[in-house]
């Protein structure tokens, strides 16, 4: 699909119905990513299962095949790879720049086969995209790179293991180093390192493949690099971030929905900021039940304080989940701060809700006030990213009247057949525009 064909796609929303019924989180989008890049350090077949047919997915399916790697789908949610041969040589412009995840590509490439070139990846515009710990980690893994025009990496003695202390807990760059290092020769420290439950799938799924990584789901992680890997059949894990996005849509809703297999030993952190809020889930084995009869009462500090919902690296509330969060604090009864500490431009979506009769004071680019309930009115919004356009979504279902969401392309980006699978609970999504494809 077509970026241009993609924005032309738009959602019809008629809004403030309620929704009921069950709802099964698609694998997560952030772990598939790096897991599809991390079948590259194996020259045997592996198959991923519960892979998200979404959009960044597909594109990151096309750059791999343009490596002269076999992968193609098996079912509808299931995915074959087979790089028996890599053939090296500059990643396409276009798909590169269209995700972030293409910059994974850059630690199985140089262990497989000693450089990579690739142009600057894309994914949301939501501030400042550093790559900084990328490359700081890979260099001292034994990697040179030269930035003039694309990023050009070598590694002409090969990869050897290091003692690697991040300059932040970056998820892809944590990802990049664990793949380089399972194809280095020797042992690698990474400290510092991300630990959100992508990062951890990423890293069972080379323990798969025979690799030796010790402290999955610390900030320290081990890894005995220079095994022979072989082959796996891995299950991507639950969407964290889809289940946060399904929470918000049954509480601006006022319905009750059981969400399955959520995953829910990922889910303190996010149950936490939406108890907060007076949003209150129940688990029932594998499941986590969304009751319809919250409070929706914000929950102040002790002594009456405004309280605050703020994001930060695993395993503190996701920065992901954060718009998803201030919609859903247009419902509820009380005052509350909203605080993204690690995007400069993921807040400026809240003029939208604004125009749409939410209250809501934003302070600078990294704080929101919400006060509510309020009362939001149907319009035309312009989806500008991934969270951003799954937070209007959610805002057109509690609105009065009908909404136009445009720019849908950018939802199903992370989120697959979410109008089909949301109208399965009850809501009236309509989608216009190009076929979806697959
Ligand atoms: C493909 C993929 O996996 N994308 C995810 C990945 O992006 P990505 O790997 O690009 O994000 P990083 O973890 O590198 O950093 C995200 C932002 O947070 C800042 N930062 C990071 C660590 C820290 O301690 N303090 C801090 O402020 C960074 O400077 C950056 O601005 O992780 C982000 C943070 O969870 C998610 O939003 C993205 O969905
Ligand atoms: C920011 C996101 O994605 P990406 O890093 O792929 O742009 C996201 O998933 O919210």
Known sequence: MSAAHSQAVQFIVEGGNR??????????????????????????????????????????????????????????????????????????RELSKKIRGSILLAGPLLGRCGRVTLPPPGGDVIGRRRLDTHFLALEQLGARYDLTDVIDM??????????????????????NAMMAAVLAQGTTVLRNAASEPHVQDLAHFLVALGGRIEGIGTNQLTIHGGTKLGSATHRIGP???????????????????????????????????????????????????????????????LGGHVPTISDQPWPAFPADVMSIAIVTATQCHGMVMMHEKMFESRMFFVDKLIGMGARIVLCDPHRAIVSGPSRLRG??????????????????????????????????????????RLNALGARIERVGDRRTP
Not at 155 to 173: C, I, M, N, Q, Y
Not at 246 to 262: D, Q
Request: proline residues 4%; negative net charge.
């Open 239 to 301: 969407d964290h971030i889809e289940v946060g996005s399904f929470i918000g849509l049954a509480a601006v809703t006022k319905s009750e929905i059981r969400i399955e297999r959520a995953g829910v030993e990922h889910l303190r952190s996010t149950l936490m900021g939406f108890e907060r809020l007076g949003v209150d889930c129940r688990i029932e084995g594998e499941d986590l039940i969304v009751p319809g009869d919250q409070s929706l009462l914000v929950q102040s500090d």
């Open 154 to 175: 070598s590694a002409p003695k090969g990869l050897r293991g290091a003692d690697v202390f991040l300059d932040e807990p970056s998820v892809t760059g944590t990802e």
């Open 379 to 420: 319009t035309t919004l312009e989806s500008p990213d991934i969270r951003a356009g799954m937070a209007m979504l959610l805002a057109a279902l509690c609105a009065e009247g009908t909404s136009v969401i445009n720019n849908v392309g950018q939802i199903e980006r992370g989120y697959e057949r979410i109008d089909e």
């Open 19 to 92: 929704l009921s019924g069950s709802i099964r989180p698609s694998g997560n989008k952030n772990a598939a990513l790096p897991i599809v890049a991390a079948a590259l350090c194996t020259e045997h077949p592996v198959t991923l299962e519960n892979v998200p047919r979404i959009r960044d997915i597909e594109t990151l399916v096309e750059l791999v095949r343009s490596l002269g790697v076999a992968i193609s789908w098996q079912e509808r949610n299931t995915l074959h790879i087979h790089a028996k041969t890599v053939t090296p040589g500059e990643l396409d």
